[in-house]
């Protein structure tokens, strides 16, 4: 995933709640492995844990009417993918070209309940040359 800039608008709240630099922040998501607890919200979105509680940032208190398809967010101990475009209300701290949902695959859910998921560091140009957009 892409962390930070255009892909995470609140990479800097989470590294101030933190007290930690932003490149903490992403050394600190980017090491653990999540497992995936349970799918909801919206078809595809994947509830991740446990959040190490240094990062372990509060929901938004207003939620955004928009949030793009790949947001990646932390929401307290929870992370978790926007498998497509929807409101939201979590601190987004990167984007994924990653598909968590997708009808035109024959199984359209990529993430199962129990399965383990590590996010890995992308630079904005790997990002944009993925066309996520598609």
């Given at each position: 995933m892409c962390y930070g800039g255009e892909c995470g608008p609140d990479l800097p709240s989470v590294a101030?709640?933190?007290?930690?630099?932003?490149r903490d922040v992403i050394e600190i998501h980017a090491s653990a492995t999540y497992q995936v607890l349970m799918l909801g919200f919206t078809p595809g979105f994947a509830y991740?844990?446990?959040?190490?509680?240094?990062?372990?940032a509060p929901r938004l208190s207003t939620p955004r009417p928009r949030v793009a398809r790949g947001s990646v967010g932390i929401a307290k101990e929870q992370t978790g993918i926007y498998p497509s475009?929807?409101?939201?209300?979590w601190q987004l701290i990167?984007?994924?070209p990653l598909r968590p949902f997708d009808v035109s695959r024959a199984d359209p859910f990529l993430f199962r309940a129990g399965d383990t998921v590590q996010f890995v560091p992308?630079?904005?140009?790997?990002?944009d040359?993925?066309?996520c957009s598609r």
């Open positions: 101030a709640f933190a007290g930690l630099a932003e991740m844990g446990l959040v190490d509680a240094r990062i372990a475009e929807t409101p939201g209300g990167g984007r994924t992308m630079s904005q140009r790997e990002f040359a993925r066309d």
